[in-house]
């Protein structure tokens, strides 16, 4: 029986049930937050410069117009989330910060769970009052809302709010999202600019006083992508500008990232994990959450998995299995970005063999992931009955919107997952929707219905037979 008439039902993997099910579990889904410090000496917008481009595609983006106000957007889903009581726990798969920086992740925490967050206001692209003579006569390459400066922007569009950046610099106070929650790492919590490995070099950077905004003299690389990995050091610019040294700017790694997020309340996460990845588990009532770690060990922004993570893996799906349990898995990389095979790295795997684990396995009804920034919802048929991928798109990219999910099981076995997005209702001219009315300004119409999904990615019903 149908008592969701407005949610568009897919049967791809099993008919819908003829009952009415039971809630098992309420979940609040986003991902791809990227908070970040735009005025951060270890950031290369200069490289945004050159998206026309292909070789330096794949490192972008590197600036985007509406990058500072992503704080405010969070912060707004947040209070929606605490106001509505729509979720049992809220879960972000990852990219929850842009540049592997402890004070990025201090202010996610801080807005997640409760407590004041303050990013530097001044320095970064958009304030760009006391630097347009780097540029000499040519106009400023980045979005500035400052209306006295001439960038190359505004002929396309974009507005001028000439009090935003002076609005940025108060400090925003969360209320937390007052459910349980957690998160796991994407490439971006632990990589500089979600691609490269942070060396000596570059955590000397980030701390420093000095921000370039213009790419060093003569730097034409054949492959850019390839060197930012091995040599992300020599993409430190020119048009240098003087900002305000900090030292929790320095780069976090894995042990502090596990250690901050135990300290803040996320569910799952203590001093230390079984893999040495971030890995663990997470039991509510009768459904295991299970969150896995895809970032490579050698960098780059594609994922792959350990083979000690895949065993791992199969001892909890087992457990669950016997015990009658439902299972979601969490990563930041779903099946189709598990392709990183820097490294050559004989411990790594690709997607086929943790593929392979999981559809062994009629406990996994669900795979949530980030990473593409799109909302895309994917039947991944198998041998014990498949599971659904539910991909949520970002929050700081167009619709910068989060997903609910009921978990239902109905009698017989059936298994429903209801999904709906939301975007955020912040009132016209507050910061928060400043950010949205930006991100959409900031993608071609192909691009904004890409991400935001077809009406089978969004609101619907999925099945499944167990």
């Keep these: 029986m149908d008592d969701h008439p407005d949610l568009e039902a897919r049967t791809d993997l099993a008919p819908e049930p003829g009952t009415t099910g039971e809630v098992v579990l309420r979940i609040g889904h986003v991902s791809d937050l990227h908070v970040l ?173 000095s921000k370039a905004f213009l790419p060093p003299p003569g730097f034409v690389p054949d492959d850019p992508l390839t060197l930012f990995v091995d040599r992300p050091d020599l993409f430190v610019g020119a048009g240098e500008r003087p900002v305000e040294p900090d030292p929790d700017r320095r780069p976090t790694d894995l042990t502090e990232w596990i250690a901050a997020h135990a300290m803040a309340g996320a569910l799952g996460w203590s001093g230390t994990t079984p893999t040495g990845r971030a890995d663990t588990v997470v039991r509510l009532g009768e459904v295991t959450l299970v969150l896995l770690d895809t970032n490579h060990p050698h960098a780059d922004y594609q994922g792959s998995v350990g083979r000690f993570q895949l065993c791992w893996l199969e001892e909890q799906l087992d457990e669950a299995d016997r015990h009658g349990r439902l299972v979601v898995l969490a990563s930041h990389h779903g099946p189709d970005t598990l392709v990183n095979e820097r ?49 949520t798109a970002s929050i700081i990219d167009w619709p910068s919107e989060r997903r609910s999910i009921r978990l239902v099981r109905h009698p017989g076995g059936s298994v429903e997952i209801r999904t709906t997005v939301h975007a955020h209702t912040a009132p016209e001219g507050s910061l928060a929707w400043w950010h949205r009315a ?29």
């Design 37 to 209: 410090d735009a005025a951060s000496p270890m950031r290369f917008e200069w490289i945004e410069t050159l998206a026309a481009d292909p070789r330096w595609r794949p490192l972008l983006h590197m600036h985007r117009p509406q990058e500072s106000l992503v704080p405010w957007a969070l912060a707004q889903h947040v209070d929606e989330i605490r106001a509505d009581g729509s979720a049992d726990l809220l879960i972000s798969t990852g990219d929850n910060i842009d540049n592997a920086q402890r004070n990025e992740l201090d202010v996610y925490l801080a807005l997640v769970a409760g407590g004041t967050a303050q990013l530097p206001a001044t320095g970064g692209p958009q304030d760009a009052r006391d630097h347009l003579h780097l540029l000499g006569d040519a106009p400023w390459p980045y979005w500035s809302p400052d209306a006295s400066v001439d960038d190359l922007w505004k002929p396309r569009g974009y507005p001028v709010v000439d009090d935003l950046v002076a609005r940025t610099e108060a400090p925003l106070t969360s209320a937390g999202v007052g459910v349980p929650w957690t998160s796991l790492p994407g490439n971006h919590d632990l990589f500089c600019q979600g691609t490269s490995l942070v060396n000596d070099t570059l955590a000397s950077v980030a701390t420093g006083g």
């Design 343 to 391: 490294g050559a790295d004989p411990d790594r795997v690709l997607a086929a063999p943790m593929l392979e684990v999981v559809h062994r396995h009629p406990c996994v009804v669900l795979w949530l992931t980030g990473h593409r920034h799109v909302h895309r919802i994917t039947p991944r048929a198998g041998a014990a009955g498949g599971f659904w991928e539910v991909t």
């Design 438 to 466: 930006l991100a959409e300004r900031s993608g071609g119409s192909t691009v904004r219905n890409a991400m935001a999904g077809s009406r089978l990615d969004r609101d619907v019903r999925l099945f499944l037979s167990r």
